[in-house]
Nanobody, 128 residues
Framework: QVQLVESGGGLVQAGGSLNLSCAASGRHGGQLFKLYTLAWFRQAPGKEREFVAAVRRISSLTYYTDSVKGRFTIFGDSAKDTVDLQMNDLKPEDTAVYFC?????????????????WGQGTQVTVSS
């Protein structure tokens, strides 16, 4: 089993910045790591969980949802198996619980059901 532990998050005013971190550990398929993609999703109250950003573990190719492009940056460290999400110019509509996720096979990287492992989530609240 792979464990994902998130840190960061909190309360910030609109226009402010936050950094989320996620560390992966454990084994998948008997090997220390066979993770293909690390990603961040978010879920606001009463809404479905949605894709935010993803990074391919080996190629470092990144993907973003349109609403965060230019404001959020995802960083993956394949040596440490960590993934950070730097969030700048935060808006009240970014308020949500943010989840780290990992997948073990190449997919579109944007769908909830493509991910095998999930963190417990961390709250981000942006006040206006």
């Amino acid at each position: 089993q792979v464990q994902l532990v998130e840190s960061g998050g909190g309360l910030v005013q609109a226009g402010g910045s936050l950094n989320l971190s996620c560390a992966a550990s454990g084994r998948h398929g008997g090997q220390l790591f066979k993770l293909y993609t690390l990603a961040w999703f978010r879920q606001a109250p009463g809404k479905e969980r949605e894709f935010v950003a993803a990074v391919r573990r080996i190629s470092s190719l990144t993907y973003y949802t349109d609403s965060v492009k230019g404001r959020f940056t995802i960083f993956g460290d394949s040596a440490k198996d960590t993934v950070d999400l730097q969030m700048n110019d935060l808006k009240p509509e970014d308020t949500a619980v943010y989840f780290c996720a990992a997948e073990t096979a190449p997919t579109t990287a944007r769908q909830v059901n493509e991910y095998n492992y999930w963190g417990q989530g961390t709250q981000v609240t942006v006040s206006s």
